[in-house]
């Protein structure tokens, strides 16, 4: 069992809906600890959305060699598994919840100028370019796999890309606070000073504390 705290999050209970990240392949997301952030959210929150990104890892898998088509095919398969193991977990949900597939996204008539903006901005040079390339190298740093990392760094900021212009896309249409056991992108937090983008959702981080079964 886990204990959930918010931290640096001082708006949080301003929100009466909630979206929770789920990183398919987190063991953060898996379990018991996926089991305890649902018990936080029926406590402080009256609807929940799933952002489950399952093809957003498809450059995960292209980073690994996979062809696109293949990684692509084993992304959405990886979240199809994930919902098939922690279906028992979703459905304590005791408040209205829905999942949104990352397809999902990608297919609305709204994505493709969120998404060219973001890598407008991207390509035309500034703190948002620098912090994503940071963040992006912070990413394959962590990979345990060397063979890769030139490809890795590439597949790593084409995800963040993608993932910002979504993130930018959900806040046009879903009221709610974003939660996510982790920190928020450094890229994240420049786009959303933008005054030129749409606002993204509030930001919830929260942390997972262990703590003995009563």
Same mark, same amino acid.
């Given at each position: ?22 990183? %398919? ?6 379990? /018991? ?35 696109? /088509? ?28 829905? =999942? ?32 994503? %390339? ?12 060397? /063979? ?11 995800? %963040?890309?993608?993932?910002?212009? =979504? ?22 937090? %420049? ?24």
């Amino acid at each position: 069992m886990y204990r959930i705290k918010p931290k640096n999050s001082p708006h949080w209970k301003n929100h009466t809906a909630c979206m929770l990240s789920i990183s %398919i392949g987190q063991q953060r997301h898996e379990g /018991e600890r996926l089991a305890s952030m649902i018990r936080w959210i029926n406590l402080h929150f009256k609807q929940c959305y799933i952002d489950l990104s399952d093809s957003l890892q498809r450059y995960n898998h292209i980073a690994a060699g996979l062809s696109e /088509e293949d990684a692509w095919r084993r992304s959405l398969q990886d979240g199809l598994d994930w919902m098939e193991r922690n279906q028992a977990a979703l459905e304590t949900l005791s408040i209205p919840y829905k =999942v949104f597939h990352w397809d999902s996204w990608l297919k609305d008539a709204e994505f493709p100028p969120v998404r060219d903006m973001v890598q407008k901005i991207y390509a035309d040079g500034d703190l948002f370019r620098d912090a994503v %390339i940071e963040d992006a190298e912070e990413f394959v740093q962590r990979s345990a796999d060397r /063979e890769y990392s030139t490809r890795a760094l590439t597949c790593s900021i084409s995800y %963040i890309l993608e993932e910002l212009a =979504v993130f930018t896309l959900m806040g046009k249409k879903l009221d709610a606070t974003r939660v996510y056991p982790g920190r928020e992108l450094k890229s994240a937090k %420049i786009l959303r000073a933008r005054p030129d983008m749409p606002q993204m959702n509030y930001y919830t981080r929260i942390n997972l504390e262990s703590r003995a079964a009563a």
